[in-house]
């Protein structure tokens, strides 16, 4: 599916307001890792109250501790939360802000539209929320009772992991990439199998 394609499915069923994210069709997946039927079965409108995009100008954050706190034109919010639609294919785009109680406070369409300060602390309370580890080599994979333990290291330290049913837990996403969820629904992200050492290469070829 097309960047535009998803873009327009977002905007038809306002999927903000949902526990759906857009990359979960991106990905051919449900939020719960159920295959989607069709296209036309994506569109299905999921609510229909209008997108509010905020005016960029308008917006500044600022952080407080692990928190963040936002100003929208003279309204002041504590303990925002933001929420990506499309957070493997388009990161910066159609950001949803929600407040302590999980209303909706509206969209940012687009963050490089925001200033360097403002774009700064979006991109680290995305990264906090969205953060998923990089896998740079696979050390070991081990088969026991219908599950693998994994031991890989990644762009953050050497991490152990196990994951089953592969069918189900597996996606790739690009030609090249591929995406491992471990039982615990966290996530592990090859970039280029390509890119790896032949040995890492071996390994995921044989179990994903």
Request: charged share 30%; hydrophobic share 35%; net charge negative.
């Amino acid at each position: 599916m097309t960047e535009s394609m998803l873009v327009k499915v977002f905007e038809h069923n306002n999927w903000a307001n949902s526990d759906r994210t857009c990359d979960s069709l991106y990905l051919g997946l449900s939020s719960q890792e159920e295959p989607m039927e069709t296209f036309e079965e994506a569109r299905r409108p999921i609510d229909t109250e209008e997108l509010h995009y905020l005016e960029p100008p308008t917006i500044r954050f600022e952080r407080a501790g692990a928190q963040l706190h936002l100003d929208l034109g003279g309204t002041a919010y504590r303990n925002v939360a933001v929420t990506c639609a499309f957070p493997l294919s388009l990161p910066l785009r159609f950001l949803s802000l929600r407040d302590a109680d999980n209303n909706e406070i509206g969209m940012i369409k687009d963050a490089s539209e925001l200033d360097a300060e403002n774009q700064r602390i979006m991109r680290e309370a995305l990264e906090r929320r969205y953060v998923i580890p990089i896998i740079q080599r696979v050390l070991r994979v081990k088969e026991r009772f219908g599950t693998l333990d994994w031991e890989v290291m990644t762009d953050r330290g050497p991490r152990a992991f196990t994951t089953r049913d592969l069918r189900e837990n597996v996606v790739h996403p690009t030609p090249g990439r591929t995406l491992l969820t471990d039982v615990d629904e966290n996530r592990y992200d090859v970039r280029d199998i390509y890119a790896l050492d032949r040995a890492s290469q071996a390994w995921l070829l044989r179990y994903t």
